[in-house]
């Protein structure tokens, strides 16, 4: 699965772009699961990121699949 990083967690996990192997549809739990064994960093950046799943946000109840696009996006702020 091809996970899109964005603004600060580029400097967190130095690429803009990770993979995280999963094999069927799974949920954003165990998504989450999954990649903070290859990334334990984003442990602390959990509670404030929005995930998207093919250009659209996703609730806790989706369900993910290998060939989806995943973004992890941090809060914004404007000025």
């Known amino acids: 699965m091809k996970i899109l990083v964005f ?3 580029k ?4 690429c803009s772009q990770i993979e995280c192997p999963i094999r069927g549809p799974v949920t954003l739990d165990a998504f ?3 990649l903070l064994e290859d990334y334990p960093v984003l442990s602390e ?11 659209e946000f996703v609730t806790a109840d989706a369900l ?3 060939n989806d696009e995943i973004a992890l996006i941090p ?3 404007g000025g």
């Open 7 to 9: 603004a600060h967690l």
């Open 11 to 14: 400097d967190v996990l130095g």
């Open 32 to 34: 989450w699961n999954r």
């Open 45 to 55: 950046h959990r509670q404030t990121l929005r995930v998207s799943r093919n250009l």
């Open 64 to 66: 993910l699949s290998e």
């Open 75 to 77: 809060p914004v702020s």
